[in-house]
């Protein structure tokens, strides 16, 4: 006998209600009502809220947060998490844009991501944000750049450590890689970044992102400080800002438990005093993006068709891998994983039918749901994909197939 139990990653901070999802104290049916027309995503304001709070209580005061809205750029979104945070980080022109409409001092405000066009640096330069620079090559471009307008550009050097983020879903330092300028050859960017009308601002040290291992992280964090202490012996003054990037994870899959935060707090607050006196009034940054809103939201498409076909039941919505890519398993992974589903108004049934959920796209790609264990639906119901704040919408190709957008609401 197979194992007829569901399985899936536990859930976080959703409430239910005579057997009804609920989001935002919402029931998932009235929100479709409200949306028009389904699919669409619903972010709770709340759950981002407790988020932060349950940060805040277990990091070091010291510990500044800022989202790094690639995560979600809704714009409403945006705006919500402003009033939360100490600051923004941007990896696009058209992101500063929704960054800077926040209201936030530009100065906590930060900019990364390699590529950076002249017309990107120009804006960056102009709005008084920080940049993170990439490359020597981008350093000069914006020395450059700068000699026009007049104002001092604000510059951090992100650093490509020497290290990796271990048990990492996604490496991002390390090795040969396009992001910062490689851990040896700071010292020489930091001795030219003297001789130019640039002020330095500080390090970003990113190495990595969703991770589940308090350990892992404080491994990472502490190299990260390390090579921080040793760089900044070479600057042409103390750094006023310290990324030491995030990583923090959620749970998506079955197996997969949520991060213990007490003990990344507790890492840290051990791992924060052993920095030297040049960092005293450095202030230290975590960039969070999926940590902060991934669980806040949810995606809800309609079940529109059901069949068999050779003894397996497929539920067929009116959604799919063009609004939430990464749920269907297309977005870097190597094997496809469930993420978790529910039925909307079924949230008390027994898990009686073992259903293969997908979308409405002419590929075979289109899968929400590998043979799930679900109480039974029907056409109209909602099937609800959980995990869907972060890299969702707008990490989807949109265009394919020609279907029109889902809404997308802050509950
Ligand atoms: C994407 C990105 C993040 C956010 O990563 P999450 O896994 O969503 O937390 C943070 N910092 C940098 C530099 C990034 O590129």
Known sequence: MSNRKPEFA?????????????????????????????????YGRDLMTRRVEELRTALPERVHL???IKANPMPALVQHMAGLVDGLDVASGGELLVALDSGLE??????????????????????????????????ERIAEIAGRPGARPKV??????????????MKMGG????????????????SRLGDLDLEFWGFHIFSGSQNLRADALYEAQEKTLELAAGLAKHAPAPP??????????IPYFPGDKHLDLTEVGDGLARLLPTLGPEFDDTEIVMELGRFLVGEAGIYVSRVVDKKESRGQIFLITDGGLHHQLAASGNFGQVLRKNYPVAI?????????ESVDIVGCLCTPLDRLGDR?????????????LFQSGAYGLTASPTAFLGHPAPIEMLV
């Open 106 to 139: 530009p100065e906590t405000i930060s900019f990364a991501g390699p590529g950076k066009t002249d017309a990107e640096l120009t804006q960056a330069i102009a709005s008084g944000i920080v940049i993170n620079m990439e490359s020597h090559g981008e350093m």
């Open 175 to 190: 090795g040969s890689k396009q992001f910062g300028i490689d851990a040896e050859i700071v010292p020489q960017v930091l």
């Open 10 to 42: 536990p859930l976080w901070g959703l409430d239910v209600k005579d057997g009804e999802l609920r989001i935002g104290g919402q029931p998932v049916s009235l929100l479709a009502e409200r949306a028009g027309a389904t699919p669409f995503f619903a």
């Open 344 to 352: 909307a108004t079924r949230m008390d049934g027994e898990a009686t």
């Open 240 to 249: 006023k800002m310290l990324n030491i990037g995030g990583g923090l994870g």
């Open 372 to 384: 799930m264990e679900l109480p039974k639906a029907e056409v109209g119901d909602l099937v609800v």
């Open 156 to 169: 951090a050097i992100r650093v490509n450590p020497d290290f990796e983020l271990k048990t990492s879903g």
């Open 66 to 68: 800022h989202y790094a």
